[in-house]
């Protein structure tokens, strides 16, 4: 089992920034994927950036998102600059895994709030 934490979420002002983290921990023996989603109120959840390839990010977050990960901590980070209103939502971190009997699975974090307002 994988266990996901994430961490950094919260109440900014628009132009502001925010770092957010998530942490991987248990029976893992590679990590194939990871990326963070992101879920407003009333609307489907979407992508925002996964790591593959050194980044790839939705066109709403270009420029201003950037994701990156510490392979030895099983980490994956998202800077956040430059956020607007229409950023709020909740951020979920989701990691593609290689566990450590060879079982490939998906695992989500808990969901962390960010609200952009002034």
């Known amino acids: 089992q994988v266990q996901l934490v994430e961490s950094g979420g919260g109440l900014v002002q628009p132009g502001g920034s925010l770092r957010l983290s998530c942490a991987a921990s248990?029976?893992?023996?590679?990590?194939?994927?990871m990326g963070w989603y992101r879920q407003a109120p009333g609307k489907q959840r979407e992508l925002v950036a996964t790591?593959?390839?050194?980044?790839n990010y939705a066109d709403s977050v270009k420029g201003r998102f950037a994701i990156s990960r510490d392979n030895a901590k099983n980490t994956v980070f998202l800077q956040m600059n430059s956020l607007k209103p229409e950023d709020t939502a909740v951020y979920y971190c989701?990691?593609?895994?290689?566990?450590?009997?060879?079982?490939?699975?998906?695992?989500w974090g808990q969901g962390t709030q960010v609200t952009v307002s002034s």
């Open positions: 248990g029976s893992i023996r590679s990590i194939n994927d």
């Open positions: 989701n990691f593609d895994v290689i566990g450590r009997w060879g079982v490939r699975a998906s695992y």
């Open positions: 790591i593959t390839s050194g980044g």
